[in-house]
């Protein structure tokens, strides 16, 4: 298996755009994501001429807290703050400071927690902020830089964290210390975990889940936890960038439907790395590699949301008779159903749902089917994309 790197800061985020039209009318920007997925780089690429500090440097951290007033006032032009929300005190110090000078572009926060900077973000500084959440490499920025690897397995085992395209690092390596360092960590600051070796188990069997019903109580009760705790350690994974929950979309159309979201990684490497898949040949075989691949493609179409500043309009659709639409995009309007196979050769079984969903709604929306294979076709009047396409949808 060959892996080529390249620098990561030569590598144009789709971001970067959506952050420059956001610093020309909001006096303080955030970039939120989880650790390693490229924030500073992109803040530091994007605000070149803006000083930066980073709170993970503690001598920075207890200067900006012993004096706040004088620390902001040694950026009389603003600056960008990394791992902000480990000082969110300083959000209301920055609100005083933008309302009097009224300019646009002045702060730029960034951090790896959801919950603790967002929240305490739009409760300082609502209306005042501009907020893009930053995943890891999409598909398209990685095509577009000639470095998204050909084959569709070494894309799932390998994932698209930043640094594994930047070091000369197997991803067995790197996922090793990802969890170690970054997640094990943030999680005994969240939480009060006195077994850390239960809180691995259970990540594993999340990782086991991707793709489907989260099922809070069977997920505790296979992991020797309460419901609750189960719950809370959900969350955090939520608020680390780790895993996210889709959705079942509110349209019932006379039908029951399931009331449970599904569980995905946002990033599969990560996702194989916990299943314990040695390599491609491996994953291959794996009873995993249909959710993993399904896995892929939801995240990739939230990273064009996000990308963008926008929220996500992803859910899925699933009544009580098992009929279900992988993923819903919801754009207002309508609801374009797009289905995902994992296979490379397209069979007439793969548009059976998508026939019952019409015939359910009595509409001829436009809709989709991702497949892991190479062409493009319309067949039944679904356009039949390639994963390698999935920016045309």
Avoid at 262 to 285: P, Q, R, V
Avoid at 286 to 313: D, M, P, T, W
Avoid at 375 to 389: D, F, Y
Wanted: hydrophobic share 40%; net charge positive; charged share 20%.
């Amino acid at each position: 298996m060959i892996f080529c790197y390249y620098s990561i800061a030569m590598i144009k985020r789709t971001a970067q755009s959506t952050l420059e039209k956001m610093s020309l009318g909001f006096p303080v920007i955030a970039v939120t994501g989880p650790r390693q997925s490229g924030k500073s780089t992109l803040v530091q690429t994007t605000f070149a001429e803006k000083d930066y500090v980073t709170f993970d440097n503690l001598d920075v951290l207890a200067s900006a807290k012993a004096d706040p007033r004088g620390f902001l006032s040694r950026f009389p032009d603003g600056a960008a703050i990394d791992e902000a929300q480990r000082f969110p005190e300083l959000f209301s110090y920055i609100k005083v400071i933008v309302d009097e000078i009224k300019k646009p572009g002045m702060f730029v926060l960034t951090g790896s927690q959801q919950f603790g900077l967002v929240s305490s973000i739009t409760e300082s500084l609502a209306g005042r902020v501009g907020i893009v959440e930053l995943l890891p490499f999409s598909a398209e920025e990685l095509q577009s830089s000639n470095l998204l690897p050909p084959v569709i397995n070494e894309i799932l085992f390998k994932g698209m964290y930043p640094p594994l395209y930047d070091k000369n690092l197997l991803p067995s390596q790197w996922f090793a210390g990802y969890v170690t360092t970054y997640i094990e960590r943030d999680v005994r600051n969240m939480l009060n975990i006195r077994e850390l070796n239960i809180f691995q188990r259970f990540l594993r069997m999340c990782a086991a889940r991707v793709g489907q019903l989260l099922n809070i109580s069977a997920l505790a009760n296979d992991c020797g936890i309460s419901t609750p705790t189960a719950r809370n350690w959900i969350s955090v994974l939520e608020a680390s960038y780790i895993i996210f929950l889709l959705r079942p979309h509110f349209s019932n159309f006379g039908k029951r439907l399931v009331k449970m979201p599904k569980l995905y990684f946002h990033d599969t490497g990560l996702a194989t790395w916990l299943l314990n898949i040695h390599d491609t040949t491996h994953l291959a075989i794996h009873s995993s590699r249909a959710a993993l691949f399904e896995n892929f493609i939801v995240s990739e179409l939230l990273k064009q949301r996000y990308n963008r500043g926008l929220v996500s309009n992803l859910y899925f659709w699933r009544n009580n008779l098992g009929d279900e639409i992988d993923l819903l995009i919801d754009n207002g309007t309508e609801q374009i159903p797009v289905e995902i196979k994992s296979g490379e050769t397209i069979t007439e079984d793969y548009f059976k749902t998508l026939k019952k969903w019409k015939k359910i709604t009595g509409k001829e929306t436009a809709s989709y089917l991702i497949y892991a294979g190479s062409e493009s076709h319309l067949r039944h009047s679904v356009k039949i994309i390639p994963w390698h396409a999935i920016p045309k949808i």
